[in-house]
């Protein structure tokens, strides 16, 4: 008898669809996470993601001890810490949200077997989306591989079903609960030392996530208007919230359609949700697509030649860095290995550069932003790469580029980001700081590592395979 709910990315206490089911179906309920070290292993010792993650166990650990439950926190292989838990707890039944991604799935099938060899059961629930799997599906009942479709027929969906945003309720319940207190882990017992969380203004936990989403809430609006700049930040932030669940999908998109309803959320409310949309488009893809891990979604695009060898390492070390000479590629750099966090222009703008000003292999750009990025997931990371190298749904054609200096004059007219984030730039001119080299250079600020108009004729001559076989 009993329940273990395994938390995963969805470390909260409210709206929680594991966690709902245990304790409407089985008592005692016990909660555990699981420090999985095949994940960890590799990780450098100030990773932020751990330590958000560690931060937010401990304010979870609190709220379950207020509606009369506890936590358990360990360190190990998942797949074999997770049935070795229930078996020391002797419950029946292990409850957990699903997660897509496909080394997770890989896991799930590996703690399934072993917990039904022992006479227990593994129950998941759909959590971190609105619309899982083959929820959504063409009108021929096929997944669909472009966004504007899906969306449409996710918007029908949403309208057919609308109890899909219903919180799943946890009340109080302390008869339910097993009884006990929460056991937590020091990062130290795990590998790991504190990061600078406060410096780059993350906040971790639900307490976290929901602040940021109050604050967001007023510019709603004007997100449409706001969103493209980055001296603005116009864009909520709540990308790792999402990510490991300190903030609940149902909450968030019930809020913004209520703000619409009340003629509070403008043009901004619209084109948020679309973005929320985006994200359950590419867990949907990667569910249907796990090759797209590792191979391009469209294969013809894996017969591109990549640059490699000693001279393209260089230039991605360059990139890496931020010192490719280009003001916005380099500011952004700066912006990803300093907080952890880069705006989605950016996000756009350096990975193009990358892929089609550099002919680097967009999976190398890919591996680079998994480690740093703070909100990194799978799904999006690879959706976005292989948007920008053209290899993915829904794709920027191989055929429009986007020029660096051009894409800088317009989304940070006046330099006010670029300068943010390099000070050796900071008393140029709006008109100089955009491509520098023009205007006599700066002391101390490289030169281009590659001039765009040619490059971008290398990248054309690069994709005329796709064009061949495509
Ligand atoms: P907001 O603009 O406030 O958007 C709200 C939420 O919508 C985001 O938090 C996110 O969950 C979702 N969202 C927004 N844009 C997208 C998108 N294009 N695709 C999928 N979901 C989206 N997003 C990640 O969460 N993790 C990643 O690892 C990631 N890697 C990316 C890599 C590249 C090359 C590109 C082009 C985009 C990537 N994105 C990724 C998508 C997007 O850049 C971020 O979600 C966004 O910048 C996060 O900031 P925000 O929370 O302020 O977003």
């Not at 020091?186 to 969380?197: E, K, N, P, R, S």
């Not at 208007?225 to 300190?246: I, V």
Request: with cysteine.
């Amino acid at each position: 008898r009993g329940a273990l709910v395994w938390f995963r990315r969805d470390l909260r206490a409210f709206d929680h669809a594991a966690l709902h089911h245990a304790l409407l179906a089985d008592t005692p309920v016990y909660c555990a996470f699981i420090f999985d070290s095949p994940i960890l292993a590799g990780l450098p010792r100030d990773d932020r993601r751990v330590a958000f993650i560690h931060a937010s166990l401990a304010e979870l650990a609190d709220e379950l001890e207020a509606l009369g439950g506890h936590l358990l926190v360990r360190h190990g292989d998942a797949r074999a810490a997770i049935p070795a838990l229930a078996a020391e707890l002797g419950v029946a039944a292990v409850y957990a949200n699903e997660d897509y991604d496909p080394a997770a799935i890989a896991r799930d099938e590996a703690v399934l077997a072993a917990l039904e060899s022992d006479g227990r059961a593994l129950k998941l629930f759909k959590d971190h989306v609105i619309f899982a799997r083959s929820e959504v599906l063409s009108q021929a009942g096929k997944p669909l591989g472009v966004f504007t479709p899906y969306k449409k027929a996710w918007m029908k969906r949403l309208e057919a079903q609308p109890d899909a945003l219903a919180p799943w309720h946890i009340e109080p319940h302390a008869a339910a609960f097993a009884a006990g207190k929460s056991r937590l882990l020091a990062l130290q017992d795990i590998g790991f030392d504190g990061a600078d969380l406060a410096d780059v203004g993350v906040t971790p936990g639900m307490a976290g996530g929901s602040a940021l989403f109050d604050t967001f809430q007023p510019q709603l609006p004007d997100y449409d208007n706001a969103r493209d700049f980055p001296a603005r930040d116009g864009t909520s932030h709540l990308s790792l919230h999402l990510r490991f669940g300190t903030v609940s999908i149902r909450h968030l998109v019930r809020t913004a359609l209520q703000l619409s309803a009340r003629g509070q959320a403008g043009d901004g409310g619209a084109t948020w949700l679309s973005e929320l949309v985006w994200r359950d488009f590419y867990q949907m893809i990667l569910f249907h697509n796990p090759h797209v891990v590792g191979t391009s979604f469209k294969p013809v695009y894996d017969k591109v030649d990549w640059e490699t060898g000693p001279a393209a390492d260089e230039l991605f070390a360059a990139w890496c860095e931020g010192r490719t000479g280009y003001p916005l590629v380099d500011a952004a750099m700066a912006q990803l290995n300093t907080t952890g966090f880069m705006h989605n222009r950016l996000r756009m703008v350096t990975a193009s550069f990358l892929c089609k000003d550099l002919g680097i292999d967009w999976r190398r750009g890919e591996a680079y932003f998994a480690l740093k990025l703070n909100d990194y997931e799978l799904a999006s990371n690879n959706g976005g790469w292989q948007w920008a190298a053209s290899s993915g749904c829904d794709a920027q054609p191989f055929f429009r580029i986007f020029n660096p200096v051009t894409q800088s004059e317009r989304f940070d007219r006046d330099g006010e980001f670029i300068r943010k984030f390099l000070p050796r730039l900071a008393d140029l001119s709006a008109r100089e700081i955009h491509a520098p080299w023009l205007h006599g250079g700066v002391a101390g600020y490289p030169p281009p590592v590659v001039d765009h108009a040619e490059a971008r004729q290398r990248t054309l001559a690069r994709f005329e395979v796709v064009k061949a076989r495509g």
